[in-house]
Protein backbone atom coordinates (compact mmCIF):
# COMPACT_ATOMS: atom_id res chain seq x y z
CA UNK A 1 0.00 0.00 0.00
CA UNK A 2 1.27 3.30 -0.39
CA UNK A 3 -0.05 6.43 1.22
CA UNK A 4 1.29 10.02 2.17
CA UNK A 5 0.30 13.42 3.11
CA UNK A 6 0.21 17.29 2.33
CA UNK A 7 2.92 19.19 3.42
CA UNK A 8 3.67 23.34 2.19
CA UNK A 9 3.18 23.19 -1.02
CA UNK A 10 4.01 19.76 -1.62
CA UNK A 11 3.03 16.45 -1.43
CA UNK A 12 4.90 13.21 0.48
CA UNK A 13 4.24 9.73 -1.13
CA UNK A 14 5.48 6.50 1.08
CA UNK A 15 5.42 3.22 0.35
CA UNK A 16 7.07 0.25 2.35
CA UNK A 17 10.59 1.10 2.09
CA UNK A 18 11.05 4.50 0.18
CA UNK A 19 9.35 7.83 0.89
CA UNK A 20 9.16 10.86 -1.62
CA UNK A 21 8.64 14.43 -1.42
CA UNK A 22 7.74 16.77 -4.28
CA UNK A 23 7.27 20.29 -3.89
CA UNK A 24 6.62 23.57 -6.25
CA UNK A 25 8.86 26.08 -5.80
CA UNK A 26 8.88 29.86 -5.90
CA UNK A 27 10.63 29.65 -9.82
CA UNK A 28 7.01 26.89 -10.78
CA UNK A 29 9.70 23.79 -11.18
CA UNK A 30 9.04 20.95 -9.20
CA UNK A 31 11.72 19.49 -6.21
CA UNK A 32 11.63 15.94 -6.15
CA UNK A 33 13.54 14.42 -3.13
CA UNK A 34 13.64 10.51 -2.87
CA UNK A 35 15.55 8.41 0.00
CA UNK A 36 15.45 5.04 1.15
CA UNK A 37 13.39 4.55 4.29
CA UNK A 38 12.74 0.88 5.15
CA UNK A 39 9.52 0.76 7.07
CA UNK A 40 10.61 -1.25 10.51
CA UNK A 41 7.03 -3.69 9.70
CA UNK A 42 8.99 -4.37 6.25
CA UNK A 43 12.14 -5.00 7.60
CA UNK A 44 10.79 -7.12 11.02
CA UNK A 45 7.90 -9.72 10.17
CA UNK A 46 6.91 -10.08 13.90
CA UNK A 47 6.21 -6.60 14.13
CA UNK A 48 3.23 -7.44 12.30
CA UNK A 49 1.05 -7.70 14.87
CA UNK A 50 -2.36 -6.43 15.43
CA UNK A 51 -2.06 -3.56 17.77
CA UNK A 52 1.81 -3.41 17.98
CA UNK A 53 1.95 -2.40 13.84
CA UNK A 54 -0.90 0.40 14.54
CA UNK A 55 1.61 1.92 16.83
CA UNK A 56 4.43 1.17 14.59
CA UNK A 57 2.68 3.00 11.93
CA UNK A 58 1.80 6.23 13.85
CA UNK A 59 5.16 6.82 15.29
CA UNK A 60 6.73 6.54 11.86
CA UNK A 61 4.06 8.67 10.26
CA UNK A 62 4.89 11.19 12.76
CA UNK A 63 8.57 10.86 11.83
CA UNK A 64 8.46 10.97 8.12
CA UNK A 65 5.59 13.49 8.12
CA UNK A 66 7.79 16.21 10.61
CA UNK A 67 10.79 15.43 8.08
CA UNK A 68 8.76 15.78 5.19
CA UNK A 69 6.80 19.22 6.06
CA UNK A 70 10.69 20.61 7.47
CA UNK A 71 12.04 19.76 3.30
CA UNK A 72 9.28 21.58 2.25
CA UNK A 73 9.37 24.81 4.04
CA UNK A 74 13.07 24.73 3.19
CA UNK A 75 12.02 24.46 -0.34
CA UNK A 76 9.53 27.54 -0.11
CA UNK A 77 11.51 29.39 2.13
CA UNK A 78 14.12 31.75 1.48
CA UNK A 79 17.64 31.03 2.75
CA UNK A 80 17.80 33.26 5.37
CA UNK A 81 14.48 31.84 6.64
CA UNK A 82 14.94 27.85 6.26
CA UNK A 83 14.02 26.14 9.42
CA UNK A 84 16.28 23.65 11.07
CA UNK A 85 15.89 20.05 11.87
CA UNK A 86 15.98 21.16 15.91
CA UNK A 87 13.13 23.68 15.10
CA UNK A 88 11.68 20.72 13.39
CA UNK A 89 11.69 18.22 16.45
CA UNK A 90 10.73 21.28 18.90
CA UNK A 91 7.39 21.59 17.22
CA UNK A 92 6.80 18.46 16.93
CA UNK A 93 7.43 17.74 20.50
CA UNK A 94 5.00 21.40 21.52
CA UNK A 95 2.11 19.96 18.99
CA UNK A 96 2.37 16.61 20.37
CA UNK A 97 1.91 18.12 23.79
CA UNK A 98 -0.58 20.33 22.39
CA UNK A 99 -2.30 18.02 21.23
CA UNK A 100 -2.73 15.27 24.09
CA UNK A 101 -3.84 17.76 26.09
CA UNK A 102 -6.29 19.56 24.90
CA UNK A 103 -7.87 16.04 23.38
CA UNK A 104 -7.11 13.41 25.65
CA UNK A 105 -6.33 15.62 29.34
CA UNK A 106 -9.07 18.44 28.94
CA UNK A 107 -12.07 16.69 28.36
CA UNK A 108 -11.27 14.45 31.77
CA UNK A 109 -10.49 17.82 33.83
CA UNK A 110 -14.12 19.16 32.28
CA UNK A 111 -15.98 16.38 33.10
CA UNK A 112 -14.30 16.32 36.29
CA UNK A 113 -15.70 19.44 37.18
CA UNK A 114 -19.60 18.42 36.43
CA UNK A 115 -19.06 14.80 38.17
CA UNK A 116 -21.85 15.37 40.30
CA UNK A 117 -24.29 15.17 37.66
CA UNK A 118 -23.51 11.63 36.74
CA UNK A 119 -24.49 8.33 39.37
CA UNK A 120 -22.95 6.36 37.37
CA UNK A 121 -19.47 5.72 35.83
CA UNK A 122 -20.43 4.99 32.27
CA UNK A 123 -22.07 7.67 32.06
CA UNK A 124 -19.23 9.92 32.99
CA UNK A 125 -17.11 8.16 30.80
CA UNK A 126 -19.23 8.81 27.76
CA UNK A 127 -19.82 12.41 28.33
CA UNK A 128 -15.93 13.19 28.31
CA UNK A 129 -16.00 10.80 25.14
CA UNK A 130 -18.52 13.10 23.77
CA UNK A 131 -16.48 16.42 24.66
CA UNK A 132 -13.58 15.07 23.30
CA UNK A 133 -15.09 13.99 20.22
CA UNK A 134 -16.69 17.52 19.83
CA UNK A 135 -13.32 19.06 20.64
CA UNK A 136 -11.93 17.38 17.61
CA UNK A 137 -15.04 17.83 14.97
CA UNK A 138 -14.97 21.74 16.41
CA UNK A 139 -10.68 21.82 15.78
CA UNK A 140 -10.54 20.49 12.70
CA UNK A 141 -13.68 22.96 11.57
CA UNK A 142 -11.86 25.65 13.18
CA UNK A 143 -9.09 25.27 10.94
CA UNK A 144 -10.60 24.34 8.06
CA UNK A 145 -11.56 27.59 8.01
CA UNK A 146 -8.17 29.32 7.82
CA UNK A 147 -7.44 30.73 4.09
CA UNK A 148 -3.73 29.93 4.65
CA UNK A 149 -4.62 26.48 5.01
CA UNK A 150 -6.65 26.18 1.85
CA UNK A 151 -3.86 24.99 -0.68
CA UNK A 152 -2.32 22.58 2.00
CA UNK A 153 -6.04 20.94 2.42
CA UNK A 154 -6.18 21.22 -1.97
CA UNK A 155 -2.69 19.27 -2.10
CA UNK A 156 -4.15 16.95 0.59
CA UNK A 157 -7.14 16.63 -2.29
CA UNK A 158 -4.45 16.37 -4.81
CA UNK A 159 -2.96 13.03 -2.65
CA UNK A 160 -5.74 11.22 -2.55
CA UNK A 161 -6.72 11.56 -6.27
CA UNK A 162 -3.44 9.95 -7.15
CA UNK A 163 -3.29 7.31 -4.78
CA UNK A 164 -7.10 6.24 -5.47
CA UNK A 165 -5.88 6.85 -9.49
CA UNK A 166 -2.84 4.47 -8.88
CA UNK A 167 -5.00 1.91 -7.37
CA UNK A 168 -7.62 1.79 -9.54
CA UNK A 169 -4.88 1.37 -12.23
CA UNK A 170 -5.40 4.77 -13.89
CA UNK A 171 -2.61 6.57 -15.90
CA UNK A 172 -0.85 8.98 -14.12
CA UNK A 173 -1.81 12.15 -15.63
CA UNK A 174 -3.77 14.95 -14.50
CA UNK A 175 -7.02 14.90 -16.54
CA UNK A 176 -7.63 11.85 -15.59
CA UNK A 177 -6.42 11.90 -12.14
CA UNK A 178 -8.81 14.96 -11.55
CA UNK A 179 -11.97 12.62 -12.44
CA UNK A 180 -11.02 10.75 -9.17
CA UNK A 181 -12.59 11.37 -5.47
CA UNK A 182 -10.46 13.37 -3.22
CA UNK A 183 -11.37 11.05 -0.10
CA UNK A 184 -9.31 8.07 0.85
CA UNK A 185 -10.55 5.25 3.05
CA UNK A 186 -7.12 5.12 4.55
CA UNK A 187 -6.98 8.68 5.10
CA UNK A 188 -5.22 9.90 8.34
CA UNK A 189 -8.49 12.63 9.12
CA UNK A 190 -10.84 9.26 9.06
CA UNK A 191 -8.11 7.64 11.73
CA UNK A 192 -8.00 10.57 14.67
CA UNK A 193 -11.75 10.30 14.06
CA UNK A 194 -11.93 6.98 14.26
CA UNK A 195 -9.35 6.82 17.56
CA UNK A 196 -11.75 9.38 19.59
CA UNK A 197 -14.75 7.44 18.81
CA UNK A 198 -12.68 4.03 19.83
CA UNK A 199 -11.14 6.02 22.68
CA UNK A 200 -14.59 6.63 23.63
CA UNK A 201 -15.87 3.30 24.25
CA UNK A 202 -12.48 1.97 25.37
CA UNK A 203 -12.21 4.90 28.47
CA UNK A 204 -16.25 4.12 29.11
CA UNK A 205 -14.91 0.89 30.59
CA UNK A 206 -12.41 1.73 32.85
CA UNK A 207 -14.91 3.35 35.83
CA UNK A 208 -14.05 6.16 37.66
CA UNK A 209 -10.84 5.74 39.05
CA UNK A 210 -8.93 9.24 41.29
CA UNK A 211 -8.14 11.80 38.60
CA UNK A 212 -4.36 11.81 38.32
CA UNK A 213 -5.00 7.78 37.42
CA UNK A 214 -7.61 8.45 35.21
CA UNK A 215 -5.78 10.88 33.24
CA UNK A 216 -2.66 8.53 33.17
CA UNK A 217 -4.84 5.58 31.92
CA UNK A 218 -6.21 8.10 29.32
CA UNK A 219 -2.33 8.86 28.29
CA UNK A 220 -1.14 5.79 28.26
CA UNK A 221 -3.94 3.98 26.98
CA UNK A 222 -3.06 6.10 23.28
CA UNK A 223 -0.91 3.49 21.77
CA UNK A 224 -3.49 0.69 22.21
CA UNK A 225 -6.52 3.22 20.94
CA UNK A 226 -4.07 3.91 17.94
CA UNK A 227 -3.47 0.25 17.13
CA UNK A 228 -7.08 -0.14 17.09
CA UNK A 229 -7.74 2.40 15.04
CA UNK A 230 -5.17 1.42 12.09
CA UNK A 231 -6.98 -2.08 12.14
CA UNK A 232 -10.55 -0.44 11.47
CA UNK A 233 -9.11 1.89 8.90
CA UNK A 234 -7.09 -1.48 7.20
CA UNK A 235 -9.93 -3.19 7.50
CA UNK A 236 -12.37 -1.12 6.42
CA UNK A 237 -10.04 -0.42 3.43
CA UNK A 238 -9.73 -4.12 2.23
CA UNK A 239 -13.51 -5.47 3.51
CA UNK A 240 -17.07 -4.02 2.39
CA UNK A 241 -18.24 -5.05 5.49
CA UNK A 242 -16.06 -3.23 7.40
CA UNK A 243 -16.80 -0.02 5.57
CA UNK A 244 -19.60 1.44 7.76
CA UNK A 245 -17.14 1.88 9.78
CA UNK A 246 -14.63 4.63 8.74
CA UNK A 247 -17.97 5.92 7.12
CA UNK A 248 -17.56 9.28 9.46
CA UNK A 249 -14.03 9.47 8.53
CA UNK A 250 -14.94 10.39 5.48
CA UNK A 251 -17.53 13.10 6.08
CA UNK A 252 -14.69 14.77 8.17
CA UNK A 253 -12.23 14.56 5.24
CA UNK A 254 -14.62 16.89 3.28
CA UNK A 255 -13.18 19.40 6.04
CA UNK A 256 -9.63 18.59 5.60
CA UNK A 257 -9.44 18.47 1.41
CA UNK A 258 -9.98 20.77 -1.24
CA UNK A 259 -10.42 20.27 -4.57
CA UNK A 260 -6.76 20.87 -6.38
CA UNK A 261 -5.92 22.33 -9.24
CA UNK A 262 -3.90 20.27 -12.05
CA UNK A 263 -0.75 21.95 -11.17
CA UNK A 264 -1.16 20.45 -7.12
CA UNK A 265 -2.25 17.26 -9.01
CA UNK A 266 1.17 17.02 -10.85
CA UNK A 267 3.15 17.93 -8.29
CA UNK A 268 1.12 14.64 -6.08
CA UNK A 269 1.45 12.44 -10.05
CA UNK A 270 5.89 13.42 -9.35
CA UNK A 271 6.03 11.91 -5.88
CA UNK A 272 3.78 9.33 -6.39
CA UNK A 273 5.65 7.75 -9.59
CA UNK A 274 8.91 8.07 -7.78
CA UNK A 275 7.82 5.69 -5.28
CA UNK A 276 5.90 3.63 -7.09
CA UNK A 277 9.42 3.23 -9.48
CA UNK A 278 11.42 2.71 -6.73
CA UNK A 279 9.21 0.11 -5.00
CA UNK A 280 8.93 -1.89 -8.09
CA UNK A 281 12.80 -2.18 -8.29
CA UNK A 282 12.43 -3.12 -4.68
CA UNK A 283 10.05 -6.08 -5.85
CA UNK A 284 12.19 -7.14 -8.36
CA UNK A 285 15.14 -7.28 -6.75
CA UNK A 286 13.92 -9.32 -4.21
CA UNK A 287 12.38 -12.04 -6.37
CA UNK A 288 15.83 -12.03 -7.98
CA UNK A 289 17.40 -13.39 -4.67
CA UNK A 290 14.56 -15.43 -4.07
Known sequence: MIGGQAVIEGVMMRGPHWVSVAVRRPDGSIATHTRRADSLLARYRPLNLPLLRGAIVLYEALVLGVQALLLSANETLGEEEKLSRWEAGLSL?????????????????????????????LA?????????????????????????LQRVFAYHGAEHKAVNAFEAKAPLIPS???????????CGTSFILIVMLLALLLFSLLGRPPLPLRILSRILLIPVIAGLGYEVIRGGARF??????????????????????????EVAIAALEEVVRREGGEISSRLARE
Open 124 to 148: LNLGEGLVRVALVVGYIWGIARIQD
Open 240 to 265: PWMRPLVIPGLWLQRLTTREPDDGQV
Open 176 to 186: VVQSYSRLHLR
Open 93 to 121: AIGLGLGIGLFFVLPTLLLRAVEGWFRHP
